[in-house]
Structures are given as C-alpha cells and as structure tokens.
C-alpha cells in the first residue's frame, strides 16, 4: 500500500493563494486515480478535486471550481493542489488519497479511495 504525505497548509488570507502538495512512498503513484478532499470541524470528510492516470482527467467540487487546480507529476510520485482565491470556507484539514482502480473518470466518494494521508491544516482568515 502506498504511504501518503501532505504539505504545503498554513494560515492565508482571504483572497490569497496556497499550494498543496502529497508525495508518496511505497509505490508509484503511476496508474491511480488522486484526489484531495477537505474537512472542516464538525463536518464530513468532503471531495475537493481529483485527477485520473488515464487521460489525466479532473474533477472538481462545485465551491472550487474555477479556483482550485489539482495537477500531478508521476516521476516525481508528487500530486498538488493550487489553491486561489481563497475563501474562509476553504478552513479545513485537507488529505490526499489514492483510487486504486484505473478510472477515466475521477471518483468523488471517500469510498473510492483505500489510501490517504494523515492531513495538513488550512486556514484562511477574513
């Protein structure tokens, strides 16, 4: 199984941008499906974006749209996370996960991901 490490969160300003990033040990990253999802305190486990092997395909949340951009680089086993614009809303513990199955569509559930990182802190202030 392969192990997952995010970094890049911090405290930002509203309107401010931030990059995530996950790196990966274990194994290759090459032939999943990556995706990030976000939680804020007393909420669920939400999907922010993510991005197939095949095709290289995205998926985004509707509240990130046009702002967040998820991108990966398999030789490097690295996935990131350009966060723009940034709104309080976007306060949360964001992980990274590993969709085991080859998709050309992105998946959207926690249920789609059997690996995920331990998380990095978001905060944004108004």
């Known amino acids: 199984q392969v192990q997952l490490v995010e970094s890049g969160g911090g405290v930002v300003q509203a309107g401010g941008s931030l990059r995530l990033s996950c790196a990966a040990s274990?194994?290759?990253?090459?032939?999943?499906?990556l995706g990030w999802f976000r939680q804020a305190p007393g909420k669920e486990r939400e999907f922010v974006a993510a991005?197939?092997?095949?095709?290289?395909?995205?998926g985004y949340a509707d509240s990130v749209k046009g702002r967040f951009t998820i991108s990966r680089d398999d030789a490097k086993n690295a996935m990131y996370l350009q966060m723009n614009n940034v709104k309080p809303e976007d306060t949360g513990v964001y992980y990274c996960?590993?969709?085991?199955?080859?998709?050309?569509?992105?998946?959207?559930?926690?249920?789609?991901?059997?690996?995920w990182g331990q998380g990095t802190q978001v905060t944004v202030s108004s």
């Open positions: 996960a590993v969709d085991p199955k080859v998709r050309t569509v992105p998946g959207i559930t926690v249920d789609d991901y059997n690996s």
């Open positions: 274990g194994r290759t990253f090459s032939g999943y499906t």
């Open positions: 991005i197939t092997w095949v095709g290289t395909h995205t």
